[in-house]
């Protein structure tokens, strides 16, 4: 079992990978270059540690164990002893190379290399590597202590033993493992597209305003958050960026195509609740609803389920070119992302038939081959079956 962690950049994503596999009794370096990051991040934990004391969640005992265990040091060869070093870095596929590169010098053969990235081919990263088998991904989601899901993704030269280390060790790290395939946006980043792309779509058709369709997901959905509150959360600039990226990296199929909309946001500086404004202005924490170009008394059902519809499609899409198992794309969906239902369990409530109908009333209306119906939902339907 791996107890020695070392964990590369101090930022929010670094020090919570940092938390999670201190408070599972893992001995963690978290490295970062600037001493004032790793400065933060010290002071970050103790404010969390504090408030989960005041909480009840942990004691005093627990708190000082955690804090124990982890080390923070400005040299990667300080991590020469790691069974295992995650990589949560700026997403630039250079950049994470040249480290991954360097820290091959200092750790053992034997160490596993695990990059966070949450959408660049993990395959392309592990050929930096002399010993390319001992690289994985392993995608977290933030805040890391918080969300359950870790996508564990394998790349074309990761070994089966291990993969099998690493998803053992995420488990033991009291997470839900999803293996997903080394494709763009692997399972949640590439099925949730639609959430975001066709509610502003939606917007953009004039159909209705950001806080309507935001209604509608949560009102009729069960969504916790609508997509235009949930962007404005993530940053418009970060999500707009893993939007293109999937884009790019998919030879730009028009499914995933992204907004204008979105862009423009993003280009004013609009990004969202660090900014103070997005598609809603923020006023001592609370959202505040913009003037938009919506019409009133919006069909709430109708953009449901539009946006269902895509939804669906996406994940089975992702099941019909083998991206992950049924069961860890809804494992994905609801831990990853908090969806009220898996979007296949789902699919079967609401009927394939119905799937099948959706999409191709969408097709016929627009013509766009963003609105092609997945084949292997067209091919359930034809033969009676459902995903469960």
Not at 59 to 82: A, T, W
Not at 152 to 179: C, D, F, G, Y
Not at 304 to 309: P, V
Request: a neutral charge.
């Amino acid at each position: 079992m791996i107890k020695r962690v070392g964990v590369i950049g101090a930022g929010t994503m670094g020090s919570g990978i940092a938390q999670v596999a201190s408070t599972a009794s893992c001995i963690v370096k978290i490295f970062d270059l600037n001493q004032g990051a790793l400065d933060k991040a010290k002071t970050s934990l103790e404010k969390i540690l504090t408030r989960l004391v005041e909480k009840g969640k942990i004691d005093s005992i627990e708190k000082s164990s955690i804090q124990n265990n982890i080390r923070y040091v400005n040299s990667l060869k300080e991590l020469s002893d790691s069974q295992l070093v995650i990589e949560a870095i700026v997403e630039n596929l250079e950049v994470k190379k040249k480290v991954f590169k360097e820290l091959e010098g200092y750790v053992s053969s034997e160490c596993i290399l695990a990059t966070n990235t949450s959408s660049l081919s993990v395959a392309s990263i592990a050929s930096s590597l002399e010993y390319s088998e001992r690289c994985v991904g392993i995608h977290f989601f933030n805040p890391a202590p918080l969300m359950k899901l870790v996508e564990v993704i394998p790349a074309i030269q990761t070994s089966n033993e291990v993969l099998k280390t690493t998803s053992e060790t995420i488990k033991s790290w009291r997470k839900t493992v999803a293996i997903a395939k080394d494709t763009p946006g692997f399972i949640v980043n590439r099925v949730a597209r639609p959430f975001y792309g066709e509610a502003l779509r939606i917007y953009e058709e004039g159909i209705a305003s950001f806080s309507e369709i935001d209604s509608a997901m949560k009102e009729v959905g069960g969504f916790r958050m609508g997509p235009f509150e949930l962007m404005d959360f993530i940053g418009n600039d970060v999500n707009y960026t893993v939007t293109e990226s999937v884009f790019t990296a998919f030879y730009y199929d028009p499914r995933y195509k992204p907004s204008f909309t979105q862009k423009r946001y993003a280009e004013a500086g609009w990004l969202g609740r660090k900014s103070g404004k997005g598609y809603y202005e923020y006023k001592d924490g609370k959202a505040v609803i913009l003037n938009s170009n919506g019409k009133s008394h919006a069909d709430s059902t109708k953009i449901f389920e539009r946006i269902l519809a895509m939804l669906i499609n996406e994940a089975a899409d992702a099941l019909f070119w083998k991206i992950a198992s049924a069961q860890d794309i809804d494992y994905a969906m609801t831990k990853g992302v908090n969806y009220p239902k898996g979007l296949l369990a789902w699919a079967d409530e609401k009927g394939i038939d119905w799937c099948v109908e959706q999409m191709d009333n969408l097709y016929d209306i627009y013509r766009e081959d963003r609105y092609r119906c997945s084949p292997l939902l067209r091919k359930m339907s034809s033969e009676n079956k459902t995903f469960f």
